[in-house]
T-cell receptor, first 114, second 109 residues
Framework: KAGVTQTPRYLIKTRGQQVTLSCSPI?????VSWYQQTPGQGLQFLFE???????NKGNFPGRFSGRQFSNSRSEMNVSTLELGDSALYLC?????????????FGPGTRLTVL | DAKTTQPPSMDCAEGRAANLPCNHS???????VYWYRQIHSQGPQYIIH???NNETNEMASLIITEDRKSSTLILPHATLRDTAVYYC??????????FGPGTSLSVIP
């Protein structure tokens, strides 16, 4: 099976702009989670989508939003970018089965805000 | 906040076993212990998980204490490619995963 893919891999934006990142989960996986990783804060949970519904949410401002499509692909959007939004954005997919689910991560999108 | 605590860094000689500890004293009955690792800003990679029993796969072994308040990840023969940050997490089926700062393992030639 193909792994989790994320596009684009690298992105440069300026303050005030908005950005949309995309994540394609492993075929058959219905849950997609998003994380932000910065040197100072480590890996922080943004949100999780399952069957097109947000199931869990982290402590991020409303500028961070996401959605999931019927094919389980997911997008996250950051509006009014700030310098502090520069980070590696990771998505992870899981099957959501009987047992607690293993997450499989994509390579990430490196966002730089100037 | 993360429900696990790990030492911030460890060294291991190449070819030796690397034993990475994790404390999770407030673990609840339905929480699984998961281990991931992240090599230099790549996406984290799943290693192993367990509930009560010890587990082994082609990458590592997981030893969970009987009271489930701590666990140890064992890489039996560490190589330079095992240099990474190792994360120990707790998860149930529907909870979000909270990552702590992990343990930075350096494998030394």
């Amino acid at each position: 099976k193909a792994g989790v893919t994320q596009t684009p891999r690298y992105l440069i934006k300026t303050r005030g702009q908005q950005v949309t990142l995309s994540c394609s989960p492993i075929s058959g996986h219905r849950s997609v989670s998003w994380y932000q990783q910065t040197p100072g804060q480590g890996l922080q949970f943004l949100f999780e989508y399952f069957s097109e519904t947000q199931r869990n949410k982290g402590n991020f401002p409303g500028r961070f939003s996401g959605r999931q499509f019927s094919n389980s692909r997911s997008e996250m959007n950051v509006s009014t970018l700030e310098l502090g939004d520069s980070a590696l954005y990771l998505c992870a997919s899981s099957a959501v089965g009987f047992e607690a689910d293993t997450q499989y991560f994509g390579p990430g999108t490196r966002l730089t805000v100037l | 906040d993360a429900k696990t605590t790990q030492p911030p860094s460890m060294d291991c000689a190449e070819g030796r076993a690397a034993n990475l500890p994790c404390n999770h004293s407030t673990i609840s009955g339905n929480e699984y212990v998961y281990w991931y690792r992240q090599i230099h800003s790549q996406g984290p990679q799943y290693i192993i998980h367990g509930l009560k029993n010890n587990e082994t796969n082609e990458m590592a072994s997981l030893i969970i204490t009987e009271d489930r308040k701590s666990s140890t990840l064992i890489l039996p023969h560490a190589t330079l490619r095992d240099t990474a940050v190792y994360y120990c997490n707790l998860k149930t089926s529907y909870d979000k995963v909270i990552f702590g700062p992990g343990t930075s393992l350096s494998v030394i030639p």
